[in-house]
């Protein structure tokens, strides 16, 4: 096949004068290349295409590729996610990863929230504050847990996430609100362990890859699994492998991540992220259907290490779920 890469490179969004903290998701040419070697040693030629302008500017010319490896974040808007997908239908060329209705709900996470609970899976009690005044509102007790609510990379976690004083709540949410320009998201905090699951397939077909729990060392940064501990895991965060078989915790966890991701219709590959309460309990906090997928730093690949998962398998696996549209997608332009 020839195979388009859409993708949003990091460097490219900083020489535009962007700062760190909004190029935060953005990638590395080094997970570009890893991701291109990965395809040619399927067989596939790869045609680096870039982010969502550069796209456009291929389509328009006449450019098309059998199918297109997308992991283009997007940079405006709370539907971003779901901009190079939107395009990719519009010329009828399939791609990696869910639909732009799956990655703009899944990018919000109250929304997020509100389809997981009406399919009866577990989430913390929560509220989405539009403004500080908002926060009046709440009906549930503290200590909450503050960030924005459609950021990833935990972007805008730090220190000042848990909130144990109701009276406090409306600061935090006010000073997040006009950082991001966008709602905050107030839930119940969890106090008990944290788990990333891996996912790899489409509907009937999705199946657990395997689960780490994320354990925050002595110097990370306090209040949760923030940007800077995130960047600097070597130092500050401890992924632990962990099975169904000998903890109920993780066979629970495992069970709401496939139902939700299947729930939601994410497809190929990706992440749910869950916390337990004080008994062990897990509950769904939200799902990431664009996993970051640095074949180093990234969340999933590092769980795929654990699990003894070469990184050209886990492409393998993504692109061959994907791949599966390839046949059913007829284009005419």
């Not at 490896?69 to 940079?75: Q, T």
């Not at 709401?256 to 299947?262: H, K, N, S, V």
């Not at 599966?324 to 997608?329: C, E, F, L, M, P």
């Amino acid at each position: 096949m020839k195979v388009g890469l859409a993708y949003d490179l990091r460097v490219d969004y900083l020489a535009m004068g962007y700062s760190r903290q909004e190029t935060a998701e953005f990638d590395r040419e080094e997970t570009i290349l890893a991701i291109e070697s990965a395809l040619q040693g399927m067989g596939h030629a790869t045609d680096r295409i870039g982010n969502a302008w550069k796209l456009t500017e291929r389509l328009v010319r006449g450019d098309r590729w059998d199918l297109v490896f997308n992991i283009a974040e997007g940079l405006h808007g709370i539907a971003r996610e779901a901009q190079v997908p939107a395009i990719l239908d519009l010329y009828q060329i399939p791609y990696t990863f869910s639909d732009p209705v799956v990655m703009g709900l899944t990018l919000h996470k109250g929304m997020t929230k509100h389809v997981v609970r009406g399919h009866g899976f577990p989430s913390p009690d929560f509220m989405v504050a539009e403004s500080a005044t908002d926060t009046e509102k709440i009906d549930f007790a503290p200590p909450y847990f503050v960030k924005p609510v459609a950021e990833g990379t935990g972007k805008g976690i730090s220190g000042q996430s848990i909130v144990r004083n109701k009276d406090q709540l409306a600061e935090v949410c006010e000073t997040l609100i006009n950082t991001f320009q966008q709602p905050a998201l107030v839930e119940q905090y969890l106090s008990g362990r944290e788990f990333t699951v891996g996912i790899v397939g489409t509907g009937n077909d999705a199946r657990i890859l395997g689960t780490m729990e994320v354990i925050l060392l002595e110097n990370a940064e306090k209040g949760g699994y923030s940007y800077e501990n995130k960047d600097k895991y070597e130092d500050r965060v401890e992924y632990r492998l962990v099975k169904s078989e000998d903890d109920p915790s993780v066979a629970e966890a495992e069970k709401i991540a496939l139902g939700t991701w299947r729930a939601l219709g994410c497809r190929d590959g990706g992440r749910t992220d869950l916390r337990c309460d004080s008994e062990g309990k897990p509950y769904f906090l939200e799902v990431n259907p664009l996993a970051g997928l640095n074949p180093e730093h990234s969340d999933l690949p590092i769980l795929c290490r654990h699990l003894g998962l070469p990184y050209n398998e886990l492409i393998g696996e993504i692109f061959l779920s994907a791949a599966k549209r390839v046949d059913r997608t007829a284009r005419k332009s």
